[in-house]
């Protein structure tokens, strides 16, 4: 082989590399994924069924919650890992919201359609649930008292067995529905009504 054969493929192979290394420029950067959050974030409707609805179903929310669900590990939560008297985020991580897709009563109250937060004060023997207008909040570490719509306290129903996770439900009511709400051996019920 020649020089000027050796200097081609030089040429060549100095090409294929710098047209590989500037085609990798283009490519985007490994993506880093968050690691599962062990609080889950879920959501409930009522009626419960709504997002199965089939299609031909007339089946409209009245009520969406968004929530995240800590989980007892084994600790002791009302009175201890939830201090009684403190304002608590009704769940984990972001403070949780709740949609009326139409006027309410909570407490004697009327409330508007929209997106509100939920937070609570728990104690011993009842608790106070609050309905507040801030949203997209991490946690009740910004929460503004100045901000509540309605407070109502509601009492406490001890439960034989504890709950692993923090969970809502709803309970159907005749003029509306009973938020249920219950974590360890602790369960309060906020009538709503609509």
């Given at each position: 082989?020649?020089?000027?054969?050796?200097?081609?493929?030089?040429?060549?192979?100095?090409?294929?590399?710098?047209?590989?290394?500037?085609?990798?420029?283009?490519?985007?950067?490994?993506?880093?994924?968050?690691?599962?959050?062990?609080?889950?974030?879920d959501i409930l409707y009522f009626p419960i069924n709504t997002p199965k609805a089939k299609e031909g179903e007339n089946l409209k929310?009245?009520?969406?919650?968004?929530?995240?669900?800590?989980q007892k590990k084994g600790r002791d939560i009302f009175g201890v890992l939830e201090q009684y008297g403190k304002v608590?985020?009704?769940?984990?991580?972001?403070?949780?919201?709740?949609?009326?897709?139409?006027?309410?009563?909570?407490?004697?109250?009327?409330?508007?359609?929209?997106?509100?937060?939920?937070?609570?004060?728990?104690?011993?023997?009842?608790?106070?649930?609050?309905?507040?207008?801030?949203?997209?909040?991490?946690?009740?570490?910004?929460?503004?008292?100045?901000?509540?719509?309605?407070?109502?306290?509601?009492?406490?129903?001890?439960?034989?067995?504890?709950?692993?996770?923090?969970?809502?439900?709803?309970?159907?009511?005749?003029?509306?529905?009973?938020?249920?709400?219950?974590?360890?051996?602790?369960?309060?019920?906020?009538?709503?009504?609509?």
């Open positions: 082989m020649n020089s000027k054969q050796m200097r081609n493929i030089f040429v060549i192979v100095f090409a294929l590399l710098c047209f590989s290394a500037k085609a990798q420029e283009g490519l985007p950067a490994e993506v880093k994924f968050p690691i599962a959050d062990p609080s889950p974030a929310p009245v009520i969406k919650i968004i929530y995240s669900r800590p608590w985020r009704f769940g984990a991580n972001e403070s949780t919201e709740i949609r009326f897709y139409k006027k309410v009563t909570v407490g004697g109250k009327k409330i508007k359609a929209g997106t509100y937060s939920l937070f609570a004060i728990p104690n011993k023997d009842k608790w106070t649930i609050i309905i507040n207008k801030q949203t997209d909040k991490w946690g009740a570490f910004t929460y503004d008292q100045s901000m509540d719509i309605v407070r109502v306290d509601v009492p406490v129903k001890n439960l034989n067995k504890p709950i692993e996770y923090f969970s809502l439900t709803f309970s159907p009511l005749p003029q509306g529905a009973a938020l249920v709400a219950a974590w360890d051996r602790t369960q309060v019920e906020l009538p709503i009504a609509f």
